[in-house]
C-alpha cells in the first residue's frame, strides 16, 4: 500500500544512534534523532524500538520459473517470498522454459515481472542456446536488453573451446560470465558430498577436487580472455583458498556462497531427507568455517539464495533420482540471524555488505543509503520475534525447504520499499 511511513527508534547497522525516518513519496524525506519526528508527520508510525534497519538486501543468484514451470514457482510468488524474506532485489537465473537465450525471450520475461513482480528483477542471460552446452547465444541481443551476467544457471560448462571462444566474444561487451567450477564426468552421477554419510546411505558422492579443478580452469579463462568472472555457489575450503590466492592478482573476479552451505553440511542429509540435497552438495564442517571465513574477510563478494522450487512429487522421489536444490527467499534474512549473526559468527555489517552492497556492485546499481534524501528501500527486522515455516506462512509455491515445520528466530517485520509499505 501507498503511504508515508514514520519509522521511530531505529537501530541502524552501522552502529550510529538510533534516529527517526520519515519516508514520504518513496523517498527518505527526513532523518532525525530516536524520539524527535512528531508521529503526526505521516499516515503510519513504526515504533522500531529494540528493532533493526538495514538496506534492502539483493540476491543475484534465484529461479523464478515463468514463464514455463508455474507449476513450480511464479514471479509473484517469489517475490513475494523475497520480500518476506528481507530481499527486495533479485537476479533471475535464466532457465526458464523457454530458456532466456534471446531478446525476445528477455522481453517476455520483463514483461511479466512488470505486472507481476513486487521487488526488483533483472534477468540473466544464457551461455549457450536453449542451455544446451553446444552453441553460443547471442550476446549482444541480450546486453542490448540490460543483461549484464551470462550464465547457464546450474549447468557447468564442459566444452572449454566454447567457452574460452565465448568468452573472447564478450569481451568488449562488459558482460560478467557466472559460471560454477565443476568437472562433469567426475560429478555425472554423484547425489551427496563424499564422506562417512553417503558411505552410510550407499550413495555416490561429488568430490571437492572436481570443484576446484573446474574453478582454477574458468579463472586461466577469464584472465586469458580479459573477461569478468563471477563464481557461482563456492561450497569448498579448496575453492576457498584458490580465491583467496587468485582475486589479489586478478580483476574483475567475484565470488558467491549460497546460504545453505554456510548453515548445513552432508551429515544433516540423515536417513535420504531431499530437502538437503543440493547442487553443489552440502559439504564438511570444515568446508562450511571456511566459507564463513571467506564472506567475513570479503574473499566471497556475495551470500545468494539459491533459491530453487521443486515440486513436491519430484522431492518425494528416490534421493539418486530427486532434484537438486532448495527454497530460501521466504526465510533468508531470518536463516542469516539465527544460524549467523546471533551466534556471532557474523556481524551486520558483514550481511549488509554481502547480502546489499557487493551484490549491487556487481550488478551496476548503486548501493542503498539510509540517508535523507535516497530512495525508500529498506528493511525492519526483529531480533526478538519468530518466522513460523509453514504451508500457511511460505509466500514461495514450492515447500522444499528444510526449516518447514520449524520456527526461526527473528523475523522481518516490515519492508518499505518505494512507495510501497508491506507488513508482516
Known amino acids: 500500500m501507498k503511504t508515508s511511513v514514520l519509522i521511530r527508534n531505529a537501530r541502524l547497522t552501522d552502529g550510529s544512534a538510533p534516529a527517526d525516518l520519515l519516508v514520504s513519496g518513496g523517498v527518505i524525506t527526513a532523518k532525525a534523532p530516536a524520539g524527535t519526528l512528531l508521529e503526526s508527520a505521516a499516515e503510519k508510525a513504526l515504533d522500531a524500538s529494540g528493532k533493526l534497519v538495514l538496506p534492502g538486501l539483493f540476491d543475484i543468484h534465484a529461479h523464478l520459473c515463468q514463464p514455463g514451470r508455474e507449476d513450480k514457482e511464479r514471479v509473484a510468488t517469489a517475490t513475494a517470498a523475497a520480500l518476506h524474506g528481507g530481499v527486495t532485489g533479485l537476479m533471475a537465473m535464466p532457465d526458464t522454459e523457454p530458456v532466456m537465450d534471446n531478446a525476445a525471450q528477455i522481453t517476455t520475461f520483463m514483461e511479466i515481472c512488470r505486472t507481476d513482480a513486487l521487488v526488483e528483477v533483472i534477468p540473466s542471460g544464457c551461455l549457450t542456446k536453449g542451455d544446451g552446452g553446444e552453441e553460443q547465444a547471442s550476446y549482444d541481443s541480450l546486453r542490448a536488453k540490460g543483461v549484464r551476467f551470462i550464465t547457464d544457471g546450474d549447468r557447468a560448462p564442459d566444452n572449454m573451446l566454447l567457452l574460452y571462444r565465448a568468452m573472447q566474444y564478450a569481451s568488449n561487451l562488459n558482460l560478467t560470465f557466472a559460471l560454477r567450477g565443476d568437472v562433469p564426468s567426475l560429478t555425472a552421477r554423484a547425489a551427496m558430498h563424499p564422506g562417512t554419510t553417503s558411505y552410510r546411505l550407499g550413495l555416490m558422492g561429488s568430490p571437492s577436487c572436481a570443484e576446484e579443478i573446474g574453478l582454477e580452469t574458468i579463472i586461466r579463462l577469464s584472465v586469458d580472455t580479459g573477461n569478468s568472472l563471477h563464481v557461482q555457489t563456492v561450497s569448498t575450503a579448496g575453492s576457498v583458498d584458490i580465491l583467496r590466492r587468485c582475486k589479489q592478482k586478478t580483476a574483475g573476479l567475484s565470488a558467491e556462497a549460497a546460504l545453505h552451505h554456510l548453515l548445513f553440511t552432508h551429515e544433516d542429509v540423515g536417513r535420504y ?6 547442487l553443489p552438495p552440502l ?3 570444515s568446508d562450511v568455517d571456511a566459507l564463513i571465513a571467506a ?8 551470500i545468494v539464495s539459491d533459491h530453487t ?6 522431492k518425494l522421489q528416490d534421493f539418486v533420482v530427486a532434484p537438486q536444490g532448495m527454497i530460501a527467499l521466504d526465510t533468508f534474512l531470518p536463516a542469516i540471524y539465527q544460524y549467523l549473526v546471533e551466534p556471532g559468527k557474523m556481524s551486520w555489517q558483514t550481511v549488509v555488505r554481502a547480502c546489499s552492497d557487493a551484490p549491487r556492485r556487481l550488478m551496476g546499481l548503486a548501493p542503498v543509503s539510509l540517508e535523507e534524501g535516497a530512495p525508500a528501500n529498506l528493511v525492519v527486522f526483529d531480533p526478538e520475534g519468530e518466522t513460523p515455516v509453514t504451508d500457511e506462512t511460505l509466500r514461495s509455491r514450492a515447500r522444499n525447504t528444510p526449516f518447514l515445520g520449524k520456527t526461526l528466530k527473528g523475523k522481518v517485520d516490515a519492508v518499505v520499499f518505494g512507495e510501497q509499505l508491506h507488513r508482516f
Open 273 to 278: 531427507d531431499t530437502c538437503y540435497k543440493t
Open 283 to 285: 559439504r564438511d564442517q
Open 295 to 302: 564472506v567475513n574477510d570479503g574473499t566471497i563478494d556475495c
Open 309 to 314: 522450487p521443486c515440486t513436491p512429487f519430484s
